[in-house]
């Protein structure tokens, strides 16, 4: 089975532009949760989506935020860059009844 | 709200030594605890599980402890291999559900020839 994938692995952005970050869970996988890496901050929980709907949502400002399609693909929005969003941003896939995640490689975001 | 304190970074280690990484949590009801590594360039990957007091996860030579009355779950490996150099990641979940996880902030194995 194919892994979770990431698309792009890599982006440039420049502060105020916005950034559309993608994610194919494994396939069968309805969960998917999106993760902001920094050296600061560490591995910090974004949001959870399940079959199209946002059920956990974690402690962000509103730029951040998502959406899930019928196929269980996932994409992440980010308005208004600010230098501090500078990160990786990981997907994670899971399903019943373990939740169990499986992580992607994660695009690495640069905001100049 | 939840928290996982992690072993402060980072760790050298010669080939062959035994390992041994901190990791205690603050948690409300009965979360489950991970280990996850990651290695350069790639995402995390789960290392080992456990979801009840007293469990003991295992995977690849490594193992951890559900100790309820220490909240802790100490990553162990007996002998350390050079391919083992990675970053932990320590992490619980809320119980019944893995879908968010809290993680530690990570500690540094390097592990020389």
């Known amino acids: 089975k194919a892994g979770v994938t990431q698309t792009p692995r890599y982006l440039i952005k420049t502060r105020g532009q916005q950034v559309t970050l993608s994610c194919s869970p494994i396939s069968g996988h309805r969960s998917v949760s999106w993760y902001q890496q920094t050296p600061g901050q560490g591995l910090q929980f974004l949001f959870e989506?399940?079959?199209?709907?946002?059920?956990n949502k974690g402690n962000f400002p509103g730029r951040f935020s998502g959406r899930q399609f019928s196929n269980s693909r996932s994409e992440m929005n980010v308005s208004t860059l600010e230098l501090g969003d500078s990160a990786l941003y990981l997907c994670?896939?899971?399903?019943?009844?373990?939740?169990?995640?499986?992580f992607g490689p994660g695009t690495r975001l640069t905001v100049t | 709200g939840n928290s996982v304190t992690q072993m402060e970074g980072p760790v050298t280690l010669s080939e062959e030594a035994f390992l041994t990484i901190n990791c205690t949590y603050t948690a409300t009801g009965y979360p489950s605890l991970f280990w996850y590594v990651q290695y350069p360039g790639e995402g995390l990957q789960l290392l080992l599980k456990a979801t009840k007091a007293d469990d003991k996860g295992s995977n690849k030579g490594f193992e951890a402890t559900y100790r309820k009355e220490t909240t802790s779950f100490h990553l162990e490996k007996g002998s350390v291999q050079v391919s083992d150099s990675a970053v932990y990641f320590c992490a619980l979940s809320e119980s019944g559900s893995a879908r968010q996880l809290t993680f530690g902030s990570g500690t540094q194995l390097t592990v020389l020839p």
């Open positions: 989506y399940f079959s199209e709907t946002q059920r």
């Open positions: 994670a896939s899971s399903t019943e009844p373990t939740y169990e995640q499986y």
